[in-house]
Nanobody
Framework: QVQLVESGGGLVQAGGSLRLSCAAS????????MGWFRQAPGKERDFVAT????????DYTDSVKGRFTISRDNARNTVYLQMNDLKPEDTAVYYC????????????????????WGQGTQVTVSS
């Protein structure tokens, strides 16, 4: 069982930055690929970024490439999402998720494959 708690959301002006954190419980954090997803009101939950067990492999949705960076600290059981040059269309509830992986470079874009989810943190970008 893995419990995930996100933090770091808030209100920011367009062009600003935020760093989201997701703290995981348990001693098996390094066995999970981690992902960030977001859901805007009235829309489906969308993939944002994912990082492999080792942290050596990452993948991003096209709209955030060059602006967002996912990273992880396995010693601290934490995954981060650094968000720069934020745009109003980035406004959403952001969720982190954990997917059991079986090789070090495993990443996952599909939300349906994730095993555990956090409660979400609101990010609002004003124009």
């Amino acid at each position: 069982q893995v419990q995930l708690v996100e933090s770091g959301g808030g209100l920011v002006q367009a062009g600003g930055s935020l760093r989201l954190s997701c703290a995981a419980s348990g001693r098996t954090f390094s066995m999970y690929a981690m992902g960030w997803f977001r859901q805007a009101p009235g829309k489906e939950r969308d993939f944002v970024a994912t990082i492999s067990l080792s942290g050596g492999n990452t993948d991003y949705t096209d709209s955030v490439k060059g602006r967002f960076t996912i990273s992880r600290d396995n010693a601290r059981n934490t995954v981060y999402l650094q968000m720069n040059d934020l745009k109003p269309e980035d406004t959403a509830v952001y969720y982190c998720a954990a997917d059991r992986g079986y090789y070090r470079d495993y990443v996952q874009r599909s939300w349906g494959d994730y095993d555990y989810w956090g409660q979400g943190t609101q990010v609002t970008v004003s124009s």
